[in-house]
């Protein structure tokens, strides 16, 4: 199986409808905060002007795409999301950066390393183990050693 | 004659040890700098400036250059192999990524590496010919100006597009949204800030292009039953060299990028990132088959990576003869420079011609060094290509959340780069293109703060565009090229409407 | 009574002899100053000047780190939460610590309360640069020209509610003129905006702008400073043109967070006042254009709750908007 199969394929009409409709919520929204700012006049333009035409084009745009999806025959073509590397990816970086300041960078790293390898596709456990003292290593020479940056070594 | 006592000069200040060393010493930790995805050159230069407190200052302006050009060098490195852009080379992902996947990174290295090369001594030359009354021009520039040459990056932004206009479209526009959060500069209002006090500055464009094409990249890829792309006994020094039609269909576009970026890097705040995207239109739009790009052109590569080491070099010209600083690390050789009691300034040519010629030979003994230094180099990145990806991506998340960290020392931004990776991740499921919007984010507060200031200085006169030369002239290019793209795209759709027509008959 | 007031004093004595065991001990490991700007600014460039000295006194590590964001409130922020040990330093300019503070809601320190005074350790006052085409030689002819025609004049600034926005406010209002105010981002924006023409005048930073003055590119007509600038002596105060009284200086300070030990702070202050003493730090701090100042924890005290009602009325003078 190939990541990338429809590279090249014109967008389904599924994602055109979904895109649409993010679209138009995110204008949607932009909007209602945009016009709780003062608009002021064309000549001397407050802070709500720009946005709140950049907002409306959004929310236009947004219509004419998911226009488009429903003028096409809807071809019944799922959008396959995998969570699986999303949510690891996520609870790895969040406790790097919950670890960075208050424990230091090394015991970050080490955490990022092991939780991230467990979006890979087959679980190797010596193989993460390896990978974070290595980088561990690395990331000491090049960031504290070399490039001496301010950052906290390791605090327990 | 003169320009040869000038050069001889600066031959003989450039090749002193010293001068060599700190050469050396700036282009290496800058390539290193530029390598690592995410960690910015002004970290570097934060580190070594007090280096420059007890050196003399051409030695001191050497290094920081060095570092700063050097840095851009190595920028296109990440861009190329692993889609991780720094903001100078997003540009460079479109083409040199899908290169890399077709198993041909290293030629993209090879290239870009002669169009840095190409792009930087045509730049030394012409700042050596033109700086200063090309300087002196790039003053009269006033906001209106300064409005047009927004709109003109903008009309480039739609060339840049690949696939639906109307989504590269939206894809603009929310960049320029997001440009917008922080304190608004002409009243002080905070917008879309939330309540919170580090989004006052708005969201880091660093932070922005890493999400958005680099954890973004990590997470649709992590875990897919892969091996690496490319195998080991793949790479022979051969693959790695460009074939004769490479060179033959790179070359003219090393050049025209060249002229665009050293163009653009005279103008004062214009920068880098402006002129890679013009190299990137002007070949789009010259190509005879436009659809090529976005899938591996080499044009595509080498363009904008030429036009921004032009421009790099370039704006040596304002920082130098106007006392302009076009970033934080121009900003800080001026500032280094001034502890010194030398002050920057139309006559500083004639009153330091060691320091100035010194500088300029130095920029091309920097360069040669980057290249002896890059291509051996070459071979080594791309086998990096060869790790498995499960290996591979561990690794890489660390650097981008490290070097997320060492720009603002902001833990924020580490969850930051996060979100807009899951947003990234959402937008390639939907077809959406982060490219486009890495430019309106770029060119959104421009565009605004431009057309608001033109508007109080005109004191509310819209005209003011279309009244003063420069502006109006800009306009006017930008109207042809807009109308250009437009015939061109409907030609292509109605050429593909009659196919599709003939094809149901 | 007499019993517990003698273990309160025993408790005292055990207090204070613990704190100068910690006084006696620091610094024991390295200490950070927060700079709450991006390198190469004066700040900035104050403090890794300043680190070295620091370092060579002390023998332990100075390191300089770089927090910028919302004109220095963000760095001013994460000094505020961090631990009041002497480990973690603020140097700052007067924004973060007055003008922010009244300008911004989201801000969630106090400058008085969370924070302990260290050392006024310099200041430095702005030049009135105008566009050469501009008739206008001096500050009384300046004034003549906008009264003629107000609104017309547009005058330039480093961004809203900075300390070269607010001096035109000031100059405004004691002259009593109406200069238009347009602001761009940062100070050499507005330098090149009255270079170009698009705008007349500019109060600004005077280092920036020294080279494009010293080459004829801008004319200084006055700096905003009671006495003359260390590195422009040629140029007149604006006091001495007729706005008698006119003072508006930034000023770089060092605050520790609240609970800092007092002992720590007398040594910090007495290290860092020997080292503005010196004749060629003060060579070098002159050269980026401080005029260095220095004495006690406590007139830097004073003189900030004096400052903080100071630029509070500015603000409101500049039309911003005041919670």
């Given at each position: 199986?190939?990541?990338?199969?429809?590279?090249?394929?014109?967008?389904?009409?599924?994602?055109?409808l979904?895109?649409g409709?993010?679209?138009?919520a995110?204008?949607?929204?932009?909007?209602?905060?945009?016009?709780?700012?003062?608009?002021g006049?064309?000549?001397?333009?407050?802070?709500g002007?720009?946005?709140?035409?950049?907002?409306?084009?959004?929310?236009?745009?947004?219509?004419?795409?998911?226009?488009?999806?429903?003028?096409?025959?809807?071809?019944?073509?799922a959008?396959?999301?995998?969570?699986?590397?999303?949510?690891?990816?996520?609870?790895?970086?969040?406790?790097?950066?919950?670890?960075?300041?208050?424990?230091?960078?090394?015991?970050?790293?080490?955490?990022?390393?092991?939780?991230?390898?467990?979006?890979?596709?087959?679980?190797?456990?010596?193989?993460?183990?390896?990978?974070?003292?290595?980088?561990?290593?690395?990331?000491?020479?090049?960031?504290?050693?070399?490039?001496?940056?301010p950052?906290?070594v390791?605090?327990? | 004659?003169?320009?040869?006592?000038?050069?001889?000069?600066?031959?003989?200040?450039?090749?002193?040890?010293?001068?060599?060393?700190?050469?050396?010493?700036?282009?290496?930790?800058?390539n290193?700098?530029?390598?690592?995805?995410?960690?910015?050159?002004?970290a570097?230069?934060?580190?070594?400036?007090?280096?420059?407190?007890?050196?003399?200052?051409?030695?001191?302006?050497?290094?920081?250059?060095?570092?700063?050009y050097?840095?851009?060098?190595?920028?296109?490195?990440?861009?190329?192999?692993?889609?991780?852009?720094?903001?100078?080379?997003?540009?460079?992902?479109?083409?040199?990524?899908?290169?890399?996947?077709?198993?041909?990174?290293?030629?993209?290295?090879f290239?870009?590496?002669i169009?840095?090369?190409?792009?930087?001594v045509?730049?030394?030359?012409?700042?050596?010919?033109?700086?200063?009354?090309?300087?002196?021009?790039?003053?009269?520039?006033?906001?209106?100006?300064?409005?047009?040459?927004?709109?003109?990056?903008?009309t480039?932004?739609?060339?840049?597009?690949?696939?639906s206009p109307?989504?590269?479209?939206?894809?603009?526009?929310?960049?320029?949204?997001?440009?917008?959060?922080?304190?608004?500069?002409?009243s002080?209002?905070?917008?879309?800030?939330?309540?919170?006090?580090?989004?006052m500055?708005?969201?880091?464009?660093?932070?922005?292009?890493?999400?958005?094409?680099?954890?973004?990249?990590?997470?649709?890829?992590?875990?897919?039953v892969?091996?690496?792309?490319?195998?080991a006994?793949?790479?022979?020094?051969?693959?790695?060299?460009?074939?004769?039609s490479?060179?033959?269909?790179?070359?003219?576009?090393?050049?025209?990028?060249?002229?665009?970026?050293?163009?653009?890097?005279?103008?004062?705040?214009a920068?880098?990132?402006?002129?890679?995207?013009?190299?990137?239109?002007?070949?789009k739009?010259?190509?005879?088959?436009?659809s090529?790009?976005?899938?591996?052109?080499?044009?595509?590569?080498?363009?904008?990576?030429?036009a921004?080491?032009?421009?790099?070099?370039?704006?040596?010209?304002?920082?130098?003869?106007?006392?302009?600083?076009?970033?934080?690390?121009?900003?800080?050789?001026?500032?280094?420079?001034?502890?010194?009691?030398?002050?920057?300034?139309?006559?500083?040519?004639?009153?330091?011609?060691?320091?100035?010629?010194?500088?300029l030979?130095?920029?091309?003994?920097?360069?040669?060094?980057?290249?002896?230094?890059h291509?051996?180099?070459?071979?080594?990145?791309v086998?990096?290509?060869?790790?498995?990806?499960?290996?591979?991506?561990?690794?890489?998340?660390?650097?981008?959340?490290i070097?997320?960290?060492?720009?603002?020392?902001?833990?924020?931004?580490?969850?930051?780069?996060?979100?807009?990776?899951?947003?990234?991740?959402?937008?390639?499921?939907?077809?959406?293109?982060?490219?486009p919007?890495?430019?309106?984010?770029v060119?959104?507060p421009?565009?605004?703060?431009?057309?608001?200031r033109?508007?109080?200085?005109?004191?509310?006169?819209?005209?003011?565009?279309?009244?003063?030369?420069?502006?109006?002239?800009?306009?006017?290019?930008?109207?042809?090229?807009?109308?250009?793209?437009?015939?061109?795209?409907?030609?292509?759709?109605?050429?593909?409407?009659?196919a599709?027509?003939?094809?149901?008959? | 009574?007499?019993?517990?007031f003698?273990?309160?004093?025993?408790?005292?004595?055990?207090?204070?002899?613990g704190?100068?065991?910690?006084?006696?001990?620091?610094?024991?490991?390295?200490?950070?100053?927060?700079?709450?700007?991006?390198?190469?600014?004066?700040?900035?460039?104050?403090?890794?000047?300043?680190?070295?000295?620091?370092?060579?006194?002390?023998?332990?590590?100075?390191?300089?780190?770089?927090?910028?964001?919302?004109?220095?409130?963000?760095?001013?922020?994460?000094?505020?939460q961090?631990?009041?040990?002497?480990?973690?330093?603020?140097l700052?300019?007067?924004?973060?610590?007055?003008?922010?503070?009244?300008?911004?809601?989201?801000?969630?320190?106090?400058p008085l309360?969370?924070?302990?005074?260290?050392?006024?350790?310099?200041?430095?006052?702005?030049?009135?640069?105008?566009?050469?085409?501009?008739?206008?030689?001096?500050?009384?002819?300046?004034i003549?020209?906008?009264?003629k025609?107000p609104?017309?004049?547009?005058?330039?600034?480093?961004?809203?509610?900075?300390?070269?926005?607010?001096?035109?406010?000031?100059?405004?209002?004691?002259?009593?003129?109406?200069?238009?105010?347009?602001?761009?981002?940062?100070?050499?924006?507005?330098?090149?905006a009255?270079?170009?023409?698009?705008?007349?005048?500019?109060?600004?930073?005077i280092?920036?702008?020294?080279?494009?003055?010293?080459?004829?590119?801008?004319r200084?007509?006055?700096?905003?400073?009671?006495?003359?600038?260390?590195?422009t002596?040629d140029?007149?105060?604006?006091?001495?043109?007729?706005?008698?009284?006119?003072?508006?200086?930034?000023?770089?300070?060092?605050?520790a967070?609240?609970?800092?030990?007092?002992?720590?702070?007398?040594k910090?202050?007495?290290?860092?006042?020997?080292?503005?003493?010196?004749?060629?730090?003060?060579?070098?701090i002159?050269?980026?254009?401080?005029?260095?100042?220095?004495?006690?924890?406590?007139?830097?005290g004073?003189?900030?709750?004096a400052?903080?009602?100071?630029?509070?009325?500015?603000?409101?003078?500049?039309?911003?908007?005041?919670e």
């Amino acid at each position: 199986m190939t990541r990338d199969r429809d590279a090249d394929a014109t967008p389904s009409a599924g994602q055109d409808l979904v895109g649409g409709l993010l679209t138009i919520a995110f204008g949607g929204f932009a909007l209602s905060k945009a016009l709780s700012y003062p608009m002021g006049s064309a000549l001397r333009m407050g802070p709500g002007f720009f946005p709140a035409i950049l907002s409306c084009l959004i929310i236009v745009l947004g219509v004419a795409l998911a226009l488009h999806a429903l003028q096409r025959r809807m071809a019944r073509q799922a959008i396959e999301v995998r969570l699986r590397p999303v949510v690891t990816i996520a609870i790895a970086v969040a406790a790097f950066a919950l670890m960075l300041e208050r424990f230091g960078i090394v015991p970050a790293t080490i955490a990022l390393v092991l939780i991230s390898s467990l979006a890979a596709s087959r679980l190797r456990l010596w193989r993460s183990l390896i990978l974070a003292v290595v980088m561990t290593g690395a990331v000491y020479v090049i960031f504290i050693v070399v490039l001496q940056m301010p950052l906290t070594v390791m605090n327990w | 004659m003169k320009f040869l006592q000038h050069l001889a000069l600066g031959i003989d200040v450039a090749f002193t040890a010293q001068n060599l060393l700190y050469c050396f010493l700036g282009v290496t930790l800058g390539n290193l700098m530029g390598v690592i995805p995410g960690v910015g050159a002004v970290a570097a230069v934060s580190i070594l400036l007090p280096v420059t407190y007890y050196i003399p200052p051409s030695a001191g302006l050497i290094m920081l250059a060095g570092l700063y050009y050097g840095a851009i060098y190595g920028a296109v490195t990440g861009a190329i192999l692993l889609n991780i852009p720094h903001t100078v080379s997003a540009v460079e992902c479109l083409d040199g990524y899908p290169m890399a996947r077709q198993g041909r990174a290293g030629v993209a290295l090879f290239m870009t590496t002669i169009a840095s090369l190409c792009g930087s001594v045509v730049g030394i030359i012409i700042i050596a010919i033109f700086a200063p009354p090309v300087a002196a021009v790039a003053l009269t520039f006033e906001s209106p100006d300064y409005f047009a040459l927004v709109i003109l990056g903008m009309t480039g932004a739609v060339a840049l597009a690949r696939g639906s206009p109307l989504r590269s479209f939206i894809m603009i526009l929310v960049g320029m949204l997001i440009g917008l959060v922080g304190m608004d500069v002409t009243s002080a209002q905070p917008r879309f800030t939330f309540g919170v006090t580090q989004f006052m500055d708005g969201i880091s464009i660093g932070v922005i292009a890493m999400g958005l094409f680099g954890v973004a990249e990590l997470i649709a890829n992590a875990g897919w039953v892969r091996t690496s792309q490319v195998r080991a006994s793949d790479i022979t020094w051969r693959s790695l060299l460009p074939t004769r039609s490479d060179i033959r269909a790179a070359w003219p576009a090393i050049a025209r990028g060249t002229f665009i970026g050293a163009l653009f890097g005279v103008l004062p705040g214009a920068g880098a990132v402006l002129a890679s995207i013009m190299g990137y239109t002007v070949e789009k739009q010259l190509a005879a088959d436009p659809s090529r790009f976005g899938k591996g052109a080499i044009e595509g590569v080498v363009a904008p990576e030429a036009a921004a080491n032009a421009a790099c070099q370039t704006s040596f010209v304002p920082t130098l003869t106007l006392g302009i600083p076009t970033d934080p690390i121009t900003a800080v050789m001026l500032g280094a420079l001034m502890i010194k009691g030398i002050s920057p300034g139309p006559e500083f040519i004639g009153a330091h011609p060691d320091i100035f010629w010194g500088l300029l030979v130095s920029f091309v003994i920097g360069n040669v060094l980057l290249v002896i230094w890059h291509i051996p180099f070459i071979r080594l990145w791309v086998k990096l290509l060869t790790v498995p990806f499960d290996v591979l991506y561990p690794v890489v998340l660390v650097f981008i959340c490290i070097g997320v960290y060492t720009i603002h020392s902001s833990v924020l931004d580490i969850f930051l780069v996060l979100l807009f990776g899951c947003v990234g991740y959402g937008m390639r499921l939907l077809r959406f293109e982060p490219a486009p919007l890495l430019i309106g984010l770029v060119l959104g507060p421009l565009l605004e703060a431009y057309l608001r200031r033109s508007m109080i200085v005109s004191h509310g006169d819209p005209l003011v565009f279309f009244e003063r030369p420069i502006s109006g002239s800009i306009l006017v290019v930008s109207a042809i090229v807009l109308a250009w793209t437009f015939r061109k795209s409907f030609k292509r759709e109605r050429a593909a409407l009659e196919a599709q027509s003939s094809g149901a008959q | 009574m007499k019993k517990s007031f003698a273990w309160l004093a025993t408790l005292a004595l055990v207090l204070t002899s613990g704190l100068s065991a910690a006084a006696a001990a620091y610094p024991d490991k390295p200490i950070h100053i927060i700079v709450p700007y991006t390198p190469g600014g004066t700040v900035d460039l104050l403090a890794r000047a300043m680190a070295p000295l620091l370092n060579k006194a002390w023998g332990q590590q100075i390191v300089v780190e770089n927090r910028p964001g919302a004109g220095g409130s963000v760095g001013a922020e994460y000094v505020a939460q961090a631990p009041g040990d002497g480990y973690t330093l603020l140097l700052s300019t007067n924004s973060p610590l007055t003008t922010n503070v009244i300008l911004f809601k989201s801000i969630k320190y106090d400058p008085l309360r969370d924070f302990v005074p260290v050392i006024l350790a310099g200041q430095n006052a702005l030049v009135l640069a105008v566009n050469l085409n501009l008739p206008a030689k001096t500050v009384p002819e300046l004034i003549a020209l906008a009264k003629k025609e107000p609104g017309k004049l547009i005058g330039a600034s480093s961004g809203n509610g900075t300390t070269s926005h607010l001096s035109l406010t000031e100059f405004n209002k004691r002259a009593g003129v109406k200069i238009t105010h347009v602001p761009y981002r940062g100070g050499v924006p507005s330098l090149t905006a009255v270079i170009s023409g698009e705008a007349q005048l500019v109060f600004s930073d005077i280092v920036p702008a020294l080279p494009m003055i010293s080459d004829g590119r801008l004319r200084a007509l006055a700096t905003t400073g009671l006495s003359r600038s260390g590195v422009t002596p040629d140029v007149p105060t604006l006091d001495e043109s007729g706005l008698k009284g006119f003072d508006v200086t930034a000023w770089i300070g060092m605050v520790a967070p609240k609970g800092t030990p007092a002992d720590v702070v007398d040594k910090l202050n007495a290290k860092i006042n020997e080292i503005l003493k010196q004749p060629d730090f003060r060579q070098y701090i002159t050269k980026i254009g401080i005029d260095p100042i220095g004495d006690t924890q406590q007139a830097f005290g004073k003189y900030l709750a004096a400052q903080i009602p100071v630029w509070r009325q500015r603000a409101i003078d500049a039309g911003l908007k005041v919670e």
